[in-house]
């Protein structure tokens, strides 16, 4: 009788049920290894970009803040991120069960934050790398730098800081492949498998467009680095190939204008490039205002009215001095420093910030053309260049750049200037509680302090009002009774011109010119003042009288009436000779000169210096203009009379005759009101 148990089967691990517990139980092992791969990687990952940002940039003072600015980049915001993710990560572990259907929707859930700070940094790498190279160009630099990485982080090496620079770079693109390796150790029908494959998927996604942003962060850094070159440096840039590049953009934009080809049309652009002019616009024109405003402050700080003699004896003079001494010293100043640190110079950074997207906008005007000639060549063709794709995708590039970041730049720059114009507006404010805080004082020794403000306000207004009655009755008053008329003085040789217009049209047609004339129309004539011109015509062709027509002795035309006045003629010179001719008998050391033709100016006993006048020997005599003059001989030794005799102040000496012309003859002067 066989034995009982020999016909059992037994129980070898090569049925298939063990086999399927085997498998998935090394399926869970490996699973739960990649989360704690991905929860332990991500701890020393955010523990390294904490010692960049504590230890190693504290450390680095020696760099300036710009540079630091650059080499970080916004590592704080990511640590901000890392640290929130790091900790719902750790958070997973109590619910074993559901441990990777909850990291999946964890990386969904941080999938906008992770993009929106991994971009920023990475589109600020290149840059940083280029600082790292300036770096090691200046040895001593270097080894400074080296050592505080090295004391930091050991494990950095040679590499120093573009071994830790690269680690953010490095753990975003990680991601996709943590969420892999977590992906193929998951049972396909377990509940989490699509949350995951959602979860790598959006990872890629990220990436991907955080590539796209570095690509439109370079194009965009490209074309504003060339918006800033120089004259110089643009035509060095000049050859062949921009020459082909620009004939071609001008043959599709004149054909656009022609109507030959279509436009392209994007509304949305247009909007916001419109935007961004006026946004533009507004801080030029608050730009020039402020300067203008800081200019006429100078002045006003240059005017010190309170150190000048007033001759206004006590009184509320010697306190507006005080006041306006104590107000000069500091308040003022320190409200235009203020100024110029507050509002000037923000302005301007805000417009010079504003350069560089405008630079974009043109540019992507070139690249529109560009773009709408590669795609007419597609239709028609239906291949193209790989030069010419790559102008398609620069096109595209800059056109997602600026629609997507001109909307916040336009909201910006206009809060940026609301902020300006609240702080001007601020600062106008505490100046003004300064000036009457310092005034108080003044203030309670003032003859009306004791008036409320709707008072004083209505005393002011009845003051007004009758110092407005009486200038208007003494403007009636004198336009009554007008002091005499005075003579301007002739221009130098003209006295010949006068006495030509003289003979032909007689004293009651000349007239004066009492301020110089620009002739604006063709008719209209340019005359100086002074100048002696013959009226024709008290008005135009079209019956306007102020505008009347007359004759300067060489040329005709039109005049403004309202700067003529009418010319008395002086005496003439033989009465004016009498005046001053010795006696007959009286003696002469020098014979007497031959009779000289009509000197230019009347030999007088008291004439006016018109212009001045430098004397260049111990012969000639020095003059100021409007300086009375006594003439002594209306002609030099020789019978010239171009040159006068005179005494001025004691001395004599000759003068140019032309400098000089009559005086008038003294009358009383002022008004009286009539009786």
């Excluded at 990777?100 to 290149?126: M, P, T, W």
């Excluded at 995708?393 to 910006?412: C, G, M, R």
Aim: charged share 25%; hydrophobic share 35%; proline share 6%.
């Amino acid at each position: 009788m066989a034995e009982h148990g020999t016909d059992e089967p037994s129980s070898s691990t090569g049925s298939p049920d063990g086999e399927g517990r085997d498998s998935g139980d090394r399926l869970l092992l490996h699973q739960r290894l990649a989360v704690r791969e991905l929860i332990d990687t991500e701890a020393s990952y955010l523990h390294m970009l904490q010692l960049c940002a504590s230890d190693i940039r504290s450390r680095l003072q020696q760099l300036p803040q710009g540079d630091l600015d650059v080499l970080f980049s916004n590592i704080d915001d990511v640590i901000e991120v890392n640290s929130k993710f790091l900790h719902d990560l750790q958070e997973t572990a109590s619910r074993e069960d559901e441990q990777v259907h909850s990291i999946g929707n964890l990386f969904l859930e941080f999938q906008e934050e992770l993009e929106r700070v991994y971009k920023v940094y990475c589109a600020s790498y290149d840059q940083a790398l280029l600082l790292v190279e300036t770096y090691r160009k200046e040895p001593e630099l270097q080894r400074e730098i080296q050592g505080i990485i090295e004391a930091v982080v050991p494990q950095a090496g040679p590499s120093g800081l573009s071994f830790l620079l690269v680690i953010p770079l490095q753990r975003i693109t990680k991601y996709p492949l943590l969420l892999q390796k977590i992906l193929e150790n998951t049972d396909p029908d377990a509940s989490a498998y699509p949350v995951l494959q959602r979860a790598a998927s959006a990872l890629q996604d990220v990436n991907a467009n955080i590539n796209e942003y570095k690509r439109r962060k370079e194009v965009a850094s490209k074309y504003t680095k060339v918006g800033q070159l120089t004259l110089r440096e643009r035509l060095a840039r000049i050859n062949t190939h921009t020459l082909s590049k620009k004939t071609t953009r001008l043959s599709q934009l004149l054909k656009q204008e022609a109507g030959l080809v279509p436009r392209t049309e994007d509304k949305e652009f247009d909007y916001l490039e419109e935007r961004l002019h006026w946004v533009s616009l507004c801080v030029t024109e608050t730009k020039n205002n402020v300067a203008v405003y800081l200019a006429n402050l100078e002045a006003f700080l240059r005017f010190r009215p309170q150190e000048s003699e007033l001759d206004i004896p006590g009184g509320p003079v010697v306190q507006y001095c005080s006041l306006m001494g104590d107000l000069q010293l500091q308040a003022f100043p320190d409200f235009k420093q203020r100024l110029e640190g507050l509002v000037w110079q923000p302005l301007c950074s805000l417009a010079k910030a504003l350069s560089g997207p405008q630079n974009l906008v043109k540019k992507r005007l070139d690249k529109l053309l560009d773009f709408e000639r590669v795609e007419e060549k597609l239709l028609e063709v239906g291949s193209v260049t790989y030069e010419e794709q790559e102008a398609r995708h620069t096109y595209q590039a800059l056109n997602s750049l600026l629609v997507a970041e001109l909307p916040q730049l336009n909201q910006l720059a206009m809060r940026w200037l609301g902020q300006i114009l609240h702080t001007f507006v601020d600062l106008q404010r505490d100046l003004a509680k300064q000036v009457l805080q310092r005034a108080e004082g003044s203030l309670a020794q003032l003859p009306h302090h004791h008036l409320s403000e709707p008072a004083f306000r209505k005393l002011v207004e009845d003051v007004l009002g009758q110092t407005g009655h009486q200038l208007r009755s003494f403007q009636e008053n004198f336009e009554k009774v007008l002091p005499p008329p005075t003579v301007q003085p002739l221009l130098p040789g003209a006295e010949r011109q006068v006495q030509a217009l003289l003979s032909r049209y007689g004293t009651e047609k000349l007239y004066q010119v009492t301020s110089n004339i620009s002739g604006a129309g063709t008719l209209d004539l340019t005359l100086l003042r002074g100048q002696i011109v013959a009226l024709l015509q008290n008005k135009d062709t079209k019956g306007n009288s102020s505008r009347w027509l007359v004759d300067t002795g060489g040329h005709r035309g039109y005049v403004p009436a309202g700067k003529l006045e009418l010319y008395r003629v002086i005496p003439g010179q033989e009465e004016v000779k009498e005046q001053v001719q010795p006696p007959k008998d009286s003696h002469h050391l020098t014979p007497e000169p031959s009779p000289a033709p009509v000197p230019s100016v009347p030999t007088v006993t008291q004439v006016v210096a018109v212009y001045p006048f430098v004397a260049r020997s111990s012969h000639e005599v020095s003059l100021q203009a409007g300086q009375l003059v006594t003439v002594l001989e209306a002609q030099d030794k020789k019978g010239n009379p171009e040159w006068s005799l005179v005494e001025v102040n004691g001395q004599r000496g000759y003068v140019p005759s032309s400098f000089l012309a009559r005086a008038p003859s003294p009358a009383p002067w002022g008004w009286s009101l009539p009786s």
